[in-house]
């Protein structure tokens, strides 16, 4: 029961996030994100689409699938949409890691002036404290895209061995990633706090429903055309910290 409340004040957190940036008048710490975003993204998209159609023609080529009978064209369809919708998955996937580890001072910077905002309390500004800071962001990224990608990898490896598993790949694909951003999200939010590494995790995988709520909310908003990608992974540090502010005072 614990973890579908929680995921519904992550997922719910969202609009509270919007209403805070609209309260404090906070939208020109959106702007300088979002561009760089966007810029990722849109040179991560560039190369993904370059390469696809050179990994296209040489599967089929490998594959002695090229021709003009009916089955073999047929056959070059089937393969054509389901390697792209593998480019889109990977491109996606390291669009989000290229957002929390080139852009972890950014976040944590963010992060920390909606803490002082939201509870009244200054964490003290030191350039060492803030390097530590960030370094545990990248490190903690780094870490979950590993443990990420091994998951997602079994679940595809199980799923040609159990074909019935097919059919649900996506959905678990989609909240193991989720749940590896969510995590990375929540980890800001208790860096603020003082609270160690170890202690982060003990304490996230205790909100796990929290923290699904959190990553399956950027996952969708990335699937909307350019306004996802300019401001999804700042609402989520946002809705992220808010809301994990509201669980500690329930519990």
Same mark, same amino acid.
């Given at each position: ?90 491109? &996606?996937?390291? /669009?989000?890691?290229?957002? #929390?580890?080139? $852009? +972890? %001072?950014? *976040?944590?910077? =963010? ?45 595809? &490896?199980?799923? /040609?061995?159990?074909?019935? #598993?097919?059919? $649900? +790949? %996506?959905? *678990?694909?989609? =909240? ?45 908003? &990335? ?6 990608? #300019? ?21």
């Amino acid at each position: 029961m614990q973890l579908f409340r929680e995921f519904g004040i992550g997922v719910g957190h969202y609009s509270v996030a919007i209403k805070f940036i609209r309260q404090h008048n906070l939208w020109y710490w959106l702007i300088i994100p979002c561009l760089f975003n966007l810029i990722a993204f849109g040179v991560v998209g560039y190369f993904s689409w370059i390469y696809t159609g050179d990994l296209l023609d040489y599967l089929l080529t490998q594959m002695g699938v090229s021709g003009d009978s009916w089955w073999k064209v047929s056959l070059q369809v089937v393969i054509s949409i389901f390697v792209r919708l593998l480019i889109v998955m990977l491109y &996606l996937k390291l /669009f989000r890691y290229i957002v #929390l580890i080139f $852009f +972890a %001072p950014m *976040l944590a910077f =963010i992060s920390d002036k909606i803490q002082e905002l939201s509870t009244g309390k200054k964490k003290p500004f030191g350039i060492n404290q803030f390097t530590r800071d960030v370094v545990r962001g990248i490190s903690i990224a780094v870490k979950n895209l590993v443990l990420e990608m091994i998951v997602t990898t079994c679940i595809i &490896l199980l799923s /040609f061995a159990l074909p019935i #598993l097919a059919v $649900f +790949a %996506p959905f *678990l694909i989609y =909240i193991v990633e989720s749940y590896y951003f969510g995590f990375a999200m929540l980890d800001y939010r208790n860096e603020f706090v003082m609270l160690s590494a170890k202690e982060s995790r003990q304490l996230i995988n205790h909100h796990r429903g929290l923290v699904l709520g959190i990553g399956a909310m950027f996952n969708f908003m &990335l699937f909307v055309p350019f306004l996802g990608v #300019l401001v999804a992974p700042v609402l989520s540090v946002v809705a992220g910290g808010l809301a994990f502010n509201e669980v500690d005072k329930r519990s």
